[in-house]
């Protein structure tokens, strides 16, 4: 985990995500503690070089950052470069 927190900015799902958390509460209460790791900078599941570029850019403010969480459904989380938005998805929306 990393000293610095991310500026989520504004926090948004997709439609998917959306539906899937309001029928099944335990994803969305793991999606909401995954965002939480998200702003500690803990990564998830995302390789090396994907882990690398996240902390660069949370040091610098300069690009965007994903992570990837092993929820049933596999779960992204991707903060803009900007900070302005932070998104859920499933993977297959991207």
């Known amino acids: 985990m990393k000293n610095k927190l991310l ?3 504004q926090v948004v799902a997709t439609n998917r995500v959306a539906e899937i958390m309001s029928n099944d509460p335990e994803y969305a209460h793991r999606v909401t503690q995954s965002l939480l ?6 990564w998830g599941v ?3 070089e994907d882990a690398s570029l996240n ?14 969480y092993d929820i049933d459904p596999k ?6 470069w900007d900070r302005s938005v932070t998104t859920v998805l499933l993977p297959e929306e991207y």
Do not use: P
């Open 37 to 42: 790791k998200h702003a500690k900078g803990d």
């Open 46 to 48: 995302v390789c090396a």
């Open 75 to 80: 779960t992204w989380i991707i903060t803009e």
């Open 7 to 9: 500026q989520l900015g």
């Open 55 to 68: 902390d660069a850019a949370l040091e610098k403010d300069d690009d965007r950052i994903l992570s990837s």
